[in-house]
């Protein structure tokens, strides 16, 4: 390809122009309303720079949510292109490049940041922590994320978007079949973010396993902490694999080594199976933690403790291990074996057991409660019936001989949007609704909550069961049309529907944030719900220093036992307290690793190699530099408290 | 902070003993890298094409100088821990230096291996065998030259600073994967080489 080429300037498509005209004029709209409002100031102070562990969460979030939307754009491009038979919306080239957006930014850069949020700001609190163990290296994991979202967010209007699916299977992402520097950028994309992944794999194990307060031991932390622990120690198993597996796809790509050819020895199915031994255990990664927020707020809605505590560490720790043994059901058709299929296919269906578990677990706890129905609780209610849905699908795949017939085709779609949707989805607006108020000190409005939980749940149900009778049917996925014939168009514009109330739910929820903004009452208190947790035992919004004294915790349910059995959570005095400095270079870092990553995108070796040196500069200064932090005073602490907690006090 | 008298240096504030934990578990991350490297490496290592294989290109000579040289260099930063631990500061200084000495003429050895492939027709880009090999080796040499300038900054930070709770840390860190590397490299020496050659 000509060098200019690559950047895919001239453009043949006029939306291409339209949409860097967009993001022109956005990026001026935010560059001067921050002057004319002079906030550049509070941006790179109270936001930019800062390392505390609920700023960096609420960023998360952020990003998180417009990802939802990215997302969701090419969702219903997608579904409006499939609506009816013969459609020409889109091209082939442009469907191929969608769906590949699509799934990319869902897992990795909506899913992922969205779990990330609710650990970010729950885990520290739910143990009694001030902060994380590494409040810095936490900033430099948003950064990093942040940066590789933004980089594969960029390539539709710079040089195209990836089209290899976000599998990117080789050979098809080969330069051969792959000719835009679109799988650069994907490849790029992931290898930074998921390095700030890492990142935080590390820093949450060791705050859960060194930071919790006096008295809880291991089987005294809440569930949501637990799912964070597991969550983690697979992220730090996994991780690494995709980061040898995209290396070896960079070379590939740009130095033309043969790990994944089809000539001089390389193997595609390399590719595969590295991206699957990492792949699959993402999908716990996402649905632990979300099964741990269910956990937290079917406890407090039921207004009980957790049926089977031990059981629900047990299975998360037997689903952690299992996840790592089923990577290949991912191809049981790609010519394996009856023998390597049979394992697998038992291994993978052993994990419906330790889920079968939690379930249960969960219906129990309600049958003895006493049941309050918030937005919260709604979301968790009406998660059990899908994701159910969605889990004995997966079995029925898990059978490898029953696979060769709707493999590939719209049933997984369905499969596997069911279980994500409800699984993750679901549990990450429910925990948005359950711990607004603990963010922002005020409550989302529940009617509309409710309302739109109800929209999104029945759009999903109908935006993909369809697919199920049209994957049986033979629709296969990935194909951007078909005729009319083949009698595929009822049940794709039924689908066509279903995603249009998903989108009207989503944007209901936008709303819901704005109405609230404007409408709800302040100062709801530190325990809106009567919860039953440390972390409704701080003020809300929470001080910088989470708590002002430590507390001391005799079980799981810290907060409970305070409220109504006369434990002294709080026993010890006031003492001065250390907290971490602000530091500036966790972002300076990233937006180095963004020029990096896109001078690599394009073969430009001057500024990789000029960026190269930026990170180690980086990484020397942080090794020179001194930062002992700061001591808040006793006396500043108390009075932020008694100004926080009112009368509470 | 609160130092605590009764533990190591290395361990005495609460920062040093999250900073350790969490190098350990950094530690399991590379030992996952490495692990599929080595699996990457497994799988390929009979698919040469056109390349040559293991056995045409090994050359015992120089991967037996770097292991004794990276073997001897885990031994003298074992020591140079020991001398920390007595609170021989310049001792300690001393044998970090001859470590970190000791690394740079490895990686001098590896250079000269890495020419000598290309120069036998075993590039980056000649087979899938080759490219899992120096993919591997070179992650390996790069840990090594990675490690070499970050002790560099520790063996500045001791002498500028003395030894602090703080350096007293990072030198320990440091220690703990240099370690590592040694041991990775004794994997490599065995399934690589060894099982490559006979
Ligand atoms: C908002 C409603 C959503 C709709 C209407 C939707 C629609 C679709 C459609 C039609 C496809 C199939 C593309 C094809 O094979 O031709 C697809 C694929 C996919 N979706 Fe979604 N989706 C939605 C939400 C999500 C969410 C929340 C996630 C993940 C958290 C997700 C992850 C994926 C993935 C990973 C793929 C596979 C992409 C590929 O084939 O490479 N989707 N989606
Ligand atoms: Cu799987």
Redesign the pocket.
């Known amino acids: 390809m000509e060098y200019f080429e690559r950047f895919a300037i001239p453009h043949p498509s006029p939306a291409i122009y339209a949409s860097m005209v967009a993001i022109g004029l956005t990026v001026i709209a935010i560059i001067v309303g921050l002057t004319y409002f002079k906030k550049w100031g509070y941006l790179w102070h109270e936001w930019l720079t800062t390392v505390d562990h609920k700023r960096i969460g609420i960023m998360y979030l952020i990003s998180a949510l417009l990802m939802l939307f990215r997302?969701?754009a090419d969702?219903?491009m997608?579904?409006a292109q499939?609506a009816v038979p013969d459609n020409t919306l889109l091209d082939a080239q442009h469907y191929n490049e969608i769906?590949?957006t699509?799934?990319t930014v869902?897992?990795i850069f909506?899913?992922m940041p969205f779990i990330m949020a609710f650990m970010n700001y729950i885990v520290p609190l739910q143990i009694g922590a001030r902060d994380v163990a590494f409040p810095r290296l936490n900033a430099l994991s948003f950064w990093l994320f942040f940066m590789g979202a933004m980089l594969l967010n960029i390539s539709f209007v710079i040089g195209g978007s990836p089209d290899a699916?976000?599998?990117n299977y080789f050979p098809l992402a080969n330069n051969e079949f792959s000719q835009s520097v679109g799988t650069n950028y994907y490849l790029f994309a992931l290898q930074i973010s998921g390095l700030g992944t890492l990142i935080t794999g590390i820093n949450m194990i060791v705050t859960i396993l060194k930071m919790r307060a006096p008295g809880m031991t291991l089987m005294k932390m809440p569930m949501f902490t637990w799912s964070s622990l597991v969550a983690n120690v697979i992220i730090v198993f996994a991780f690494p694999v995709l980061t040898v597996a995209l290396t070896m796809g960079t070379f590939d790509r740009l130095f033309a080594t043969n790990f994944f050819t089809t000539s001089d020895g390389g193997m595609d199915m390399l590719w595969a199976n590295f991206f699957w031994v990492w792949g699959h255990p993402e999908v716990y990664i996402l649905i632990l933690p979300a099964f741990g927020i269910y956990s937290e707020i079917i406890s407090t809605f039921s207004g009980r403790n957790l049926y089977g505590y031990k059981s629900m560490v047990g299975s998360m720790v037997i689903i952690s291990f299992l996840s790592f043994l089923v990577w290949t059901h991912h191809f049981f058709t790609m010519g394996q074996g009856a023998l390597t299929n049979s394992i697998f296919s038992i291994t993978t269906m052993a994990i419906a057991v330790p889920t079968g578990v939690k379930i249960f677990n969960w219906l129990f706890t309600l049958w003895k409660g006493k049941i309050v129905f918030t937005t919260p609780m709604l979301y968790s209610m009406l998660f059990i019936p899908t994701f159910t849905i969605g889990g004995v699908t997966g079995v029925m795949l898990g059978m490898s001989a029953a696979d060769y017939q709707y493999h590939n085709t719209m049933f997984l779609?369905a499969h596997f949007?069911m279980v994500?949707?409800p699984g993750?989805?679901f549990a990450m607006l429910a925990g948005l609704h359950y711990y607004w108020p603990k963010m922002f000190g005020f409550m989302l409005n529940e009617k509309i909550g409710k309302w739109t939980a109800w929209i999104i749940a029945m759009s999903t149900l109908l935006?993909f069961m369809p697919m199920f009778f049209s994957g049986l049917d033979g629709q296969a996925?990935?194909?951007y049309t078909y005729s009319a014939s083949t009698g595929f168009g009822l049940w794709n514009m039924l689908s066509f529907i279903g995603?249009i109330g998903?989108t009207i739910g989503f944007i209901l929820i936008v709303y819901n944030v704005i109405y609230s903004i404007r409408y709800s009452p302040r100062n709801v208190g530190s325990d809106p719900w009567d919860a039953r947790t440390l972390e409704w035992a701080t003020p809300s919004p929470v001080p910088y220093y989470n708590f002002a004294k430590v507390p001391h915790v005799i079980s799981t349910e810290a907060l409970w036992d305070a409220k109504y059995r006369q434990h002294d959570l709080f026993p010890e005095p006031y003492e001065k307290i250390h907290m971490p400095n602000n530091s500036g270079v966790p972002f300076i870092l990233g937006c180095i690793f963004f020029a990096w990553g896109f001078s690599f995108v394009f073969g430009m070796w001057i500024p990789t190699i000029l960026t190269t040196i930026g990170i180690f500069i980086c990484m020397a200064h942080r090794s020179l530099e001194k930062d002992p932090g700061h001591y808040v005073p006793v006396e500043k602490v108390k009075a932020t408290e008694s100004k926080l907690r009112g009368s509470q006090l | 902070m609160k130092i605590d008298q009764s533990l190591p240096l290395e361990y005495s504030t609460q920062q040093n003993q999250l900073n350790i934990l969490g190098f350990w578990v950094f530690i399991g991350a590379e030992i996952m890298l490495f692990g599929t490297l080595f699996a990457g490496y497994f799988v390929l290592v009979d698919r040469t094409g056109n390349g040559p294989t293991g056995a045409d290109i090994f050359e015992i000579t120089p991967v037996l100088f770097e292991t004794f040289i990276l073997l001897t260099s885990s031994f003298t930063i074992g020591l140079g821990i020991h001398a920390m631990r007595k609170g021989y500061t310049k001792a300690m200084i001393g044998f970090y230096i001859l470590t970190l000495v000791l690394g740079i003429v490895f990686i001098g050895f590896e250079v000269y291996e890495f020419m000598h492939y290309i120069h036998v027709g075993a590039g980056l880009q000649t087979s899938a065998f080759t490219a899992a090999l120096l993919t591997t080796l070179g992650t390996h040499g790069a840990h090594v030259t990675f490690g070499v300038f970050w002790g560099m900054f520790i063996v500045y930070q001791l002498i500028q600073r003395g030894l602090t709770p703080e350096t007293a840390n990072k030198s320990f860190i440091f220690s703990l994967y240099w370690h590592f590397l040694d041991v990775v490299w004794i994997f490599i020496f065995s399934f690589i080489y060894l099982k490559g050659m006979v």
Do not use: K
Request: charged share 10%; hydrophobic share 65%; aromatic share 6%.
């Open positions: 997302g969701g969702a219903i997608m579904r499939m769906f590949t699509h799934g869902m897992i909506m899913a699916g976000w599998t779609v949007h994500i949707i993750v989805v935006a996925r990935r194909m995603a998903l």
